[in-house]
């Protein structure tokens, strides 16, 4: 469990802006994808942010286009998870498919700041702060298999291994 | 309790009885992906399997950046030829053909009752023709190539009642804007949304696909009509395998049932930044603008370049408007020739270009600066899609954009008729 800083952004935030479509088919490398992360939305953000901070959105986080590099950005850039009053469905697929935790928590994603220092226990579903804590379902087991392998391509690699 | 379509096929896939909040683990009928296959490639060879598991369930099409504009998708795209040839894949669409969606659609890939699984977000279209539909990612794509196997949701259902009939001059798009601005853009999120109701059943399939396409802008995993006669028979000569229609039962269960009178509909905009923030033309007529965007996977077929074309015939293009055309594919291009669509643009001062994505996504063909405004035929106009973050996008149906391409401002398509 690593304490991280709050990005807090609100309703809508689409994957335009988290991952411009210019770069959808220039920028191939995940380090490169992670300098033009919300370049957007909010231009400090790619410079400022460290591993292990976090994103706190309102509703419908990752609407638009399936481009799933809008996952990779964020999970290279360090973020180490994203928490929102709702996520679009293929979003949350692809944010689970890349290793980075996106989680539903109404409550958490009114009362928690922007720059609030928070901690997130995912085995228990905890988002902590220094007032509060905050619950959220835990995911099922083939979904933590999959963060744990660090997303679908790892696990699934794995999965054929033991299959070969 | 009845069942609904969506755990009627997904239940057929899974081979047994489920239903809505079930997860089960399927096998697509056919598997789509365009530009982005260079990147779904990179993840494949990271799975360390030699070969596609089904080659025969791939549809590979060109479209987003077509023909290349840089090294870079030029690359992209020779990637993609060497490893549709050393995979043996039989359906590969290069870049004179068109949109995905048209030509998925043109091919026979869309056909009722199929599971159809896309990277792309607007895979929700193949709905129109009452196929089960939904996008997702790089990855799951990459994994289904090597496994043929996937984890579906098995979706709750809305059921949206479309009464009333389109007066002159209002069209699927109109009634697709006014829905997604009433309901939000995130009300059927991670739901199927099935359209029913006697305007469904009297909309061609060219416009049954603008439903289907923007089900995608509610958050909708898929949208649905029910196949018909209609269907049947776009389906003869072009479908590539057998099919059978699956329709909801009258006692399934909803998650919940809209109902929405199109009577009096006027013609709807979507204005700037989000695709529900719709208002009827009247509120924003006189909206100056400096591109015009006719085409895209919404609505880029003959369907809407005939009523374009219809509105711009011996008029001029306004001189501050620079106006694209864009026809989804290669298929429609050809017929809007041979009946003197293309003419008619061309002589209006249009600019009519290749088939394909165009500056939709903001990639190339139409780049907006600061400071100018689009209006467009397309499904999204999020902040800086088609170019600068300081420009604007409205979107509109054919008629609206081709009636304010006279203008020079947003105008209503009616007084045009």
């Not at chain 1, 700041?113 to 226990?121: A, F, L, P």
């Not at chain 2, 109701?197 to 696909?209: K, N």
């Not at chain 2, 009509?225 to 049947?232: A, I, L």
Request: proline share 5%; charged share 25%.
């Amino acid at each position: 469990m690593k304490k991280g800083r709050v990005w807090k952004y609100g309703d809508d935030v689409n994957t335009d802006v988290i991952f411009p479509g210019k770069y959808t088919y220039s920028v191939l490398e995940p380090e490169e994808m992670a300098r033009h992360a919300l370049e957007d939305l909010d231009p400090g953000f790619a410079q400022q942010v460290k591993p292990g901070d976090v994103i706190v959105a309102g509703r419908n986080f990752g609407c638009g286009s399936s481009r799933e590099q809008a996952a990779t950005c964020l999970k290279y850039a360090g973020v180490q998870a994203v928490i929102a009053k709702s996520f679009a469905r293929i979003f949350f697929r692809n944010a689970i498919n890349q290793g980075l935790p996106a989680l539903q928590s109404e409550e958490a994603a009114d009362s928690i700041e922007n720059g609030e220092e928070i901690e997130i226990d995912f085995a228990s579903g905890k988002i902590k702060t220094e007032k509060e804590v905050f619950t959220f379902s835990p995911f099922p087991e083939s979904v933590l298999g999959i963060l744990k392998e660090g997303g679908l391509i790892p696990y699934t690699r794995k999965k054929l291994e033991g299959i070969e | 309790m009845g069942k609904t379509f969506s755990e009627k096929i997904l239940g057929l896939k899974a081979g047994r009885d489920v239903q809505a909040g079930d997860v089960v683990t399927v096998s697509p009928d056919t598997i789509l992906s365009h530009d982005n296959s260079a990147a779904i490639i990179k993840e494949f060879e990271k799975l360390g399997v030699k070969n596609v598991k089904a080659p025969q369930k791939l549809v590979i099409i060109l479209d987003h950046v077509v023909p290349a504009s840089s090294e870079k998708y030029a690359a992209n795209h020779k990637t993609i030829r060497g490893f549709v040839a050393e995979q043996k894949i039989p359906n590969f669409f290069d870049v004179p053909e068109g949109i995905c969606h048209q030509v998925f659609s043109e091919n026979g890939f869309a056909l009722p009752g199929k599971l159809i699984l896309g990277a792309d977000s607007h895979t929700t279209s193949y709905g129109a023709f009452g196929a089960f539909s939904a996008g997702i990612g790089r990855s799951e794509v990459a994994c289904l190539w090597a496994t043929d196997e996937i984890w579906l949701k098995v979706p709750e259902t809305i059921k949206i009642e479309i009464k009333g009939k389109l007066s002159p001059g209002v069209y699927a798009k109109d009634v697709i804007l006014k829905i997604i601005g009433d309901e939000g853009a995130d009300r059927a999120n991670y739901k199927a949304v099935e359209f029913v109701g006697e305007a469904v059943r009297g909309f061609s399939l060219a416009s049954r696909l603008v439903l289907a396409n923007m089900a995608a802008e509610m958050g909708a995993k898929n949208g649905y009509c029910e196949p018909d006669e209609k269907t049947v028979q776009w389906l003869e000569n072009r479908a590539k395998d057998d099919y059978s229609g699956v329709t909801s039962d009258p006692d399934a269960s909803y998650e919940a049932v809209l109902e929405h009178d199109i009577s009096s509909l006027e013609p709807q905009v979507a204005c700037p930044h989000t695709v529900d923030n719709v208002k009827p033309i009247s509120e924003v007529e006189g909206t100056i603008f400096h591109q015009a965007l006719i085409g895209t996977c919404t609505n880029g077929r003959l369907e809407d370049l005939e009523v374009a074309a219809g509105i711009l015939k011996g008029k001029k293009v306004h001189p501050q408007v620079r106006a694209l055309i864009i026809p989804a594919s290669r298929q429609e291009y050809v017929q809007a020739l041979k009946k003197g669509v293309i003419e008619i643009f061309a002589d209006a001062g249009c600019i009519v270009l290749n088939p394909g994505c165009g500056p939709c996504l903001g990639a190339h063909q139409g780049i907006l600066a600061p400071g100018e405004v689009a209006l467009s035929t397309a499904n999204r106009n999020f902040r800086g899609r088609m170019g600068s973050w300081d420009s604007e996008i409205y979107l509109a149906s054919p008629a609206t954009v081709a009636a304010s391409s006279v203008e020079g401002k947003i105008a209503d398509p009616r007084r045009f008729l």
